[in-house]
C-alpha cells in the first residue's frame, strides 16, 4: 500500500480577474470529489473521473456545461481516460448532447474501440444510458462572438493506495473552431497518457500544437530522470517551434507530483495523503 495522490487543472489559459474566485472555487469542488473517492479506498480511475465531471459541470471551465460553440453554433466535445495497469483507453471525439464525456470516456474502457467519434460517440452514450443535456444547457456563453479562443481542456491524474496510475481529459474545444475539428484532448500520447511504474499526465493548450509534439509521450519520455516539473517545462518549451502555448500536470512512477505551463495562467489543484486539505493555485510563480 502507498499514499494516494491526486493532481487537476482547469485549463492552460489567461484568467481575468472576475474569474479568478470561480476558478478557485471550481478546482476546490473538483478535487475534494476525487479526494472523497481515494480516502474511501476507490481507484485512480474512478477519482480523475470524479474530479472531471465536477469541471464539466461548472460553466467557468471550457469542458462539458460552458464548451466553447462551433463556427455553426452547436456544442463538439471530447475527452479520454486511461488506466495505467492495463493500458486501457476511452475515448469520445466531437460528442455532443452529453452532460459528461469524460463518463461515457469511462463506460469505453473495456469495449474493444479505444475511440468513438460524432454520431456514433453520440450514439453509444444514449445505449448506456449516459446523462444528456440539450445544447441551451450546455452552450452557456459564445465566446466566438466577443473574439476570444479558449485553450482550457480539464484534466486530472492520480495515484491510487494500491499504486495504480490514471489520467483522464475533458474539453469543449476552440471558440468558432469548424466543426468536426479534434484537437490532443483524445489522442494518446499527445493530451495524455498513463502507465504504472512510469507516470501519467494530463495536458492543455493549443491543441494542435500539443498533438503535433505528441508532448505527453515526451514528458512519459522524459520522467525517467527528470523530476515532473522539469519533465513538463522542457516539453512544453518545444511549443515554440509550432506556436502557442500550454501546461500539464503529472504524477511520475515513484510517486512525484509535478506542474509546469507557459501560458498566462495554469489552473491546477494537488491533495496527497496526509494533507489538511488541497493546495490551489492559478500560475506557477504563485507556488
Given at each position: 500500500?502507498t499514499?494516494?495522490?491526486?493532481?487537476?487543472?482547469?485549463?492552460?489559459?489567461?484568467?481575468?480577474p472576475?474569474e479568478?474566485?470561480?476558478?478557485?472555487?471550481g478546482?476546490?469542488?473538483?478535487?475534494?470529489?476525487?479526494r472523497?473517492?481515494?480516502?474511501?479506498?476507490?481507484?485512480?480511475?474512478?477519482?480523475v473521473?470524479?474530479?472531471?465531471?465536477?469541471?464539466?459541470?461548472?460553466p467557468?471551465?471550457?469542458?462539458?456545461?460552458?464548451?466553447?460553440?462551433t463556427?455553426?453554433g452547436?456544442?463538439?466535445?471530447?475527452?479520454?481516460i486511461m488506466?495505467?495497469?492495463?493500458l486501457?483507453?476511452?475515448?469520445?471525439?466531437?460528442i455532443?448532447?452529453v452532460?459528461?464525456?469524460?463518463s461515457?470516456?469511462?463506460?469505453?474502457?473495456?469495449?474493444?474501440?479505444?475511440?468513438?467519434?460524432?454520431?456514433g460517440?453520440t450514439?453509444?452514450?444514449?445505449?448506456?444510458?449516459a446523462?444528456?443535456?440539450?445544447?441551451?444547457e450546455l452552450?452557456?456563453?459564445?465566446?466566438?462572438s466577443?473574439g476570444g479562443?479558449?485553450?482550457?481542456?480539464?484534466g486530472?491524474?492520480a495515484?491510487?493506495?494500491?499504486r495504480?496510475l490514471?489520467?483522464?481529459?475533458?474539453?469543449?474545444?476552440?471558440?468558432?473552431?469548424?466543426?468536426?475539428?479534434?484537437g490532443?484532448?483524445?489522442?494518446?500520447?499527445c493530451g495524455?497518457?498513463?502507465?504504472?511504474?512510469?507516470?501519467?499526465?494530463?495536458?492543455?493548450?493549443?491543441?494542435?500544437?500539443?498533438a503535433?509534439?505528441?508532448?505527453a509521450?515526451?514528458?512519459?519520455?522524459?520522467?525517467?530522470?527528470?523530476?515532473?516539473?522539469q519533465?513538463i517545462?522542457?516539453?512544453?518549451?518545444?511549443?515554440?517551434?509550432?506556436g502557442g502555448?500550454?501546461?500539464?500536470?503529472a504524477?511520475?512512477g515513484t510517486?512525484?507530483?509535478?506542474?509546469?505551463?507557459?501560458?498566462?495562467?495554469?489552473a491546477?489543484?494537488?491533495?496527497v495523503?496526509?494533507?489538511?486539505?488541497p493546495a490551489?493555485?492559478?500560475?506557477?510563480?504563485?507556488?
Amino acid at each position: 500500500m502507498t499514499a494516494w495522490k491526486l493532481i487537476i487543472h482547469g485549463g492552460a489559459k489567461e484568467i481575468a480577474p472576475e474569474e479568478e474566485t470561480d476558478n478557485r472555487d471550481g478546482l476546490a469542488e473538483a478535487i475534494e470529489a476525487g479526494r472523497k473517492v481515494l480516502v474511501d479506498g476507490g481507484t485512480a480511475i474512478d477519482a480523475v473521473e470524479a474530479s472531471v465531471r465536477v469541471l464539466e459541470r461548472l460553466p467557468v471551465f471550457n469542458a462539458g456545461r460552458g464548451s466553447d460553440p462551433t463556427v455553426r453554433g452547436e456544442i463538439e466535445m471530447c475527452s479520454a481516460i486511461m488506466d495505467g495497469a492495463s493500458l486501457d483507453i476511452g475515448g469520445v471525439i466531437a460528442i455532443q448532447e452529453v452532460c459528461h464525456p469524460v463518463s461515457v470516456a469511462r463506460a469505453l474502457l473495456h469495449e474493444a474501440p479505444i475511440l468513438l467519434a460524432g454520431k456514433g460517440a453520440t450514439r453509444f452514450a444514449r445505449e448506456i444510458g449516459a446523462e444528456l443535456c440539450t445544447l441551451e444547457e450546455l452552450k452557456t456563453a459564445d465566446p466566438a462572438s466577443e473574439g476570444g479562443e479558449t485553450h482550457d481542456t480539464v484534466g486530472a491524474v492520480a495515484l491510487d493506495s494500491h499504486r495504480d496510475l490514471a489520467a483522464a481529459t475533458s474539453t469543449g474545444g476552440l471558440a468558432g473552431q469548424m466543426s468536426g475539428r479534434v484537437g490532443d484532448s483524445p489522442m494518446p500520447g499527445c493530451g495524455y497518457y498513463a502507465e504504472n511504474g512510469v507516470g501519467a499526465v494530463a495536458l492543455s493548450g493549443h491543441g494542435e500544437g500539443i498533438a503535433r509534439l505528441r508532448l505527453a509521450s515526451k514528458i512519459m519520455h522524459r520522467l525517467n530522470g527528470l523530476t515532473p516539473d522539469q519533465a513538463i517545462a522542457d516539453s512544453v518549451a518545444e511549443m515554440m517551434r509550432v506556436g502557442g502555448d500550454g501546461g500539464g500536470v503529472a504524477i511520475d512512477g515513484t510517486g512525484r507530483i509535478g506542474w509546469a505551463h507557459n501560458s498566462p495562467h495554469f489552473a491546477v489543484a494537488s491533495v496527497v495523503e496526509g494533507d489538511n486539505g488541497p493546495a490551489i493555485w492559478l500560475r506557477k510563480q504563485d507556488r
